[in-house]
């Protein structure tokens, strides 16, 4: 009895072993069959991934292609852009250069017509105060330093080589009658007349100095002169500020000068520079 139910008991202990077992392949079967189904699934995918990939990739790789020569043909552009920017930015610049060139040529022959001018207009009053002289059209006055018979044969002969070019004998003359004697009816033209040596030998900084002090002589009629002559200096030094300074004060001081439309004409070219 005892056997029996032992071989029963081992029987069913068998049984359920198998049971167990066979449940668990089963199991590990349908896990692996599941696993199996979505690994193809994904394979599947992937493959037509691939084949998407492979269809695009001449797409892509002509697009690069196109992008690249765009790009080639951008900088290409944008070089040739460049490089004409600078050509017209270096002719600008000569453009500039050549017109400042003008200017300042320009600036030039106008500085030398006023002193081919001023050289015409002294000459012709030198040559009117001479004749003026030996005609006896300008009094004499009456001085203990130099006769005055001798002051006028001095200041002629000074006229006469200012006007023929010994500048040097001209001013050792002017000088020594405004030395001699200052208070010589001629002696306002003698120290005019020396200022206008010196701007003739373009010594301006000096000519200044004489011109300047015409003004110290009582009643002088060579003032407007000197001031027209002031500036005149200052321009041909490049004082340009301080030649408009000198022809608006002859125009403010001397509205009734011969000389106020030349001083008026001055200003107004040096107002446009």
Not at 20 to 40: F, P, S, V
Request: glycine share 4%; with cysteine.
């Amino acid at each position: 009895m005892m056997n029996r139910l032992l071989k029963d008991i081992l029987t069913l202990m068998v049984l359920f072993s198998f049971t167990i077992g066979y449940g668990q392949d089963t199991a590990t079967k349908r896990e692996l069959k599941r696993l199996n189904a979505k690994i193809d699934r994904e394979n599947v995918r992937v493959d037509s991934l691939d084949t998407q990939i492979r269809l695009l990739l001449p797409e892509l790789q002509n697009a690069l292609k196109a992008n690249l020569r765009a790009k080639e043909q951008t900088d290409s552009v944008a070089i040739l852009l460049i490089n004409r920017i600078n050509t017209i930015q270096n002719k600008m610049r000569l453009m500039e250069d050549k017109a400042a060139y003008i200017d300042s040529v320009n600036f030039e022959i106008l500085a030398q017509l006023v002193m081919v001018e001023n050289k015409i207009v002294t000459l012709t009053n030198s040559f009117t105060e001479m004749y003026n002289l030996r005609n006896n059209k300008v009094g004499d006055r009456v001085s203990s330093k130099i006769s005055p018979a001798e002051y006028k044969k001095t200041y002629i002969a000074a006229l006469s080589s200012y006007q023929n070019g010994n500048l040097e004998k001209a001013v050792t003359g002017f000088a020594g009658l405004v030395m001699s004697d200052p208070s010589n009816v001629l002696a306002d033209n003698s120290q005019y007349w020396l200022g206008e040596c010196y701007y003739t030998m373009k010594n301006y900084k000096r000519a200044i100095i004489e011109f300047e002090k015409v003004f110290m002589f009582p009643g002088t009629d060579k003032d407007d002169d000197a001031q027209l002559k002031l500036g005149h200096c200052h321009r041909s030094m490049g004082n340009i500020e301080k030649a408009r300074e000198e022809y608006q004060r002859l125009i403010d001081y001397f509205p009734g000068s011969e000389f106020y439309d030349k001083g008026r004409e001055s200003l107004k070219q040096l107002q446009i520079k």
